[in-house]
T-cell receptor
Framework: GAVVSQHPSWVICKSGTSVKIECRSL??????MFWYRQFPKQSLMLMAT?????????EQGVEKDKFLINHASLTLSTLTVTSAHPEDSSFYIC???????????FGSGTQLSVL | GENVEQHPSTLSVQEGDSAVIKCTYS??????FPWYKQELGKGPQLIID?????GEKKDQRIAVTLNKTAKHFSLHITETQPEDSAVYFC???????????FGTGTRLQVTL
């Protein structure tokens, strides 16, 4: 199988605080992980590509200092939303590529609500 | 960069009928085309994919067709069931080192 676990599934935080979201590949090694953001009734918007042991590559318009990505091992990538504000409220989803296969497997998503 | 268009945005069918969702892509170098199903509040789930060296692929009630010349590919769901109700996304990429570009999604509703 190819299972990607994402945690937490939902989080509510106060404006100005930081939130960390974890993405783990449970039964395979993921050299590349991706982080997406999804607004209600819209498609997935790629935020950044994360390769194990190297700095993440951010898409145009995504603030790297705002959305910190760490891919410390072949099975774990984290996204930290720093100094969160209400406009950061969204559904965040990670995905992982299994080896050199083109297939991408997605986590279950994290609903972030910033008050 | 790649641009993927998806139609229709919403689709309502009666249980047992077939559903067809169509996508077009712009980059002729794209060679991998997956389809994802997303239920409310969950992450997308890969349901079927096709590579450019294949014209059609089938998995039980689900099939995907690819026309490289016209740069379009379609998802076909036969004998639809209420549990098929979800949002479906098509996507395209140019290979293992590249990112997926997603379509805008189709909300499928299967009515009894």
């Amino acid at each position: 199988g190819a299972v990607v676990s994402q945690h937490p599934s939902w989080v509510i935080c106060k404006s100005g605080t930081s939130v960390k979201i974890e993405c783990r590949s449970l039964d395979f090694q993921a050299t590349t992980m991706f982080w997406y953001r999804q607004f209600p009734k819209q498609s997935l918007m790629l935020m950044a590509t994360s390769n194990e042991g190297s700095k993440a590559t951010y898409e145009q318009g995504v603030e790297k200092d705002k959305f910190l990505i760490n891919h410390a091992s072949l099975t774990l990538s984290t996204l930290t939303v720093t100094s969160a504000h209400p406009e950061d409220s969204s559904f965040y989803i990670c995905s992982a590529r299994k080896g050199q296969d083109e297939k991408l497997f997605f986590g279950s998503g994290t609903q972030l609500s910033v008050l | 960069g790649e641009n993927v268009e998806q139609h229709p945005s919403t689709l309502s069918v009666q249980e047992g009928d077939s559903a067809v969702i169509k996508c077009t892509y712009s980059d002729s170098a794209s060679n991998y085309f997956p389809w994802y199903k997303q239920e409310l509040g969950k992450g997308p789930q890969l349901i079927i994919d096709i590579r450019s060296n294949v014209g059609e692929k089938k998995d039980q009630r689900i099939a995907v067709t690819l026309n490289k010349t016209a740069k379009h590919f379609s998802l076909h769901i036969t004998e639809t069931q209420p549990e098929d109700s979800a949002v479906y996304f098509c996507a395209a990429s140019t290979g293992t080192a590249s990112k997926l570009t997603f379509g805008t999604g189709t909300r499928l509703q299967v009515t009894l």
